[in-house]
Nanobody
Framework: QVQLVESGGGSVQAGGSLRLSCAASRSIFSINSMGWYRQAPGKQRELVAR???????DYVDSVKGRFTISRDNAKNTVYLQMNSLKPEDTAVYYC??????????WGQGTQVTVSS
């Protein structure tokens, strides 16, 4: 089992930047995948970026070149650096971790609002 705590959301103007953090309650070194999803009002939750086992990193096309996912294994934390934010990036961002099982865990979510 793992608990995930997100932080770093907020409100910015278009073109601005935010960095989200997701702190896990246990080591993330051997977690199958860990990353970020988002859900905008009236839309389905979608993958934003994640690490997968084997060193694979996935990004949704709409954030490529603007968002960067990174990790600090010593701090059991995954980050999402979001640059050049657009109003369409407005959503609740959720941290997700998948353990062997597969067992999927979610954080409580953090709101990101981008104004034009």
């Amino acid at each position: 089992q793992v608990q995930l705590v997100e932080s770093g959301g907020g409100s910015v103007q278009a073109g601005g930047s935010l960095r989200l953090s997701c702190a896990a309650s246990r080591s993330i070194f051997s977690i199958n995948s860990m990353g970020w999803y988002r859900q905008a009002p009236g839309k389905q939750r979608e993958l934003v970026a994640r690490f997968r086992s084997g060193g694979i990193t996935d990004y949704v096309d709409s954030v490529k070149g603007r968002f960067t996912i990174s990790r600090d294994n010593a701090k059991n934390t995954v980050y999402l650096q979001m640059n050049s934010l657009k109003p369409e990036d407005t959503a609740v961002y959720y941290c997700n971790a998948v353990l062997v099982g597969p067992l999927s865990y979610w954080g409580q979510g953090t709101q990101v609002t981008v104004s034009s």
